[in-house]
């Protein structure tokens, strides 16, 4: 059997004096999306950045496909798994074609440039999240909508197995947050590829998730599936205010009483 795409193996994080989680385990098999929630500070974004090697666990260990970050080196584990950061700075001028461009440099030797496939890579990229025409637009005059769109094209054009997204739907409005879970909803089935990312909205994990991992801000993680999690009571806890959880055609909601 294989490796899953990404492993947890008594996993302990924190902030300071602040535990993000303790002891935890978990992996992700091709095609799973697994949606991590919780209140701002509780530490999302922080064991985030560990999942993706960034950041070193103070116990445990992150496996991607069987290796560890240490084993795999940095331009391999930029190979197997993609991030989306929250923030996005851009200290220099570039065009956003060059700047979607900058996901194929894992894939490219010390000294090669980018090929006319990589350009198609790009391109095909920036059509999927609704930027082609941009090409040649300054990134420093881009919305922060677009900005989003464009850092998920990087993404894309990176093309891993494993992607890992911190609030991916930052700064879009409605019409782009669906379009954008849809698109990693597609990217699970029909490519195989797995996907962690933050998300603040619960009906919206519930519908686009497998699996949901509650952070809870005081070492506490519950993970199960997004029916077991994501309950009126369970959301009520980890947010701190009662929720009413609604039913419409087949999707759950969870609105504040």
Known sequence: MNAPLISAQALQVSIGEH??????????????????????????????????????????????????????????????????????????????????????????????????????????????????GLEDRDVQTLSGGERQRLAIATLLTQGPPLYLLDEPLAHLDLNHQIAVLDLFAGAAKDCGAGVIMVLHEPGLADRYCDRALLIHGDGRTELGSCREMLTAPCLTELYGHPLKEVESDGHRWFIPC
Do not use: M
């Open 19 to 132: 535990a993000v989680c303790t002891d935890l385990d978990f992996s992700l098999q091709v095609g799973e999306r697994l949606a991590i929630l919780g209140r701002n500070g509780a530490g999302k974004s922080t064991l985030l950045s560990v999942l993706a090697g960034l950041r070193t666990a103070d116990v445990g260990e992150v496996r991607l496909s069987g290796q560890n970050y240490a084993e795999l080196g940095p331009r391999e584990a930029a190979k197997r798994r993609g991030w989306l950061p929250q923030r996005h700075g851009d200290a220099f001028a570039s065009s956003v074609l060059e700047t979607a461009l900058t996901g194929r440099h894992p894939h490219l030797g010390r000294w090669d440039w980018e090929t006319n496939r990589d350009t198609e890579i790009a391109r095909g990229a920036l059509k999927a999240v609704g930027l082609a």
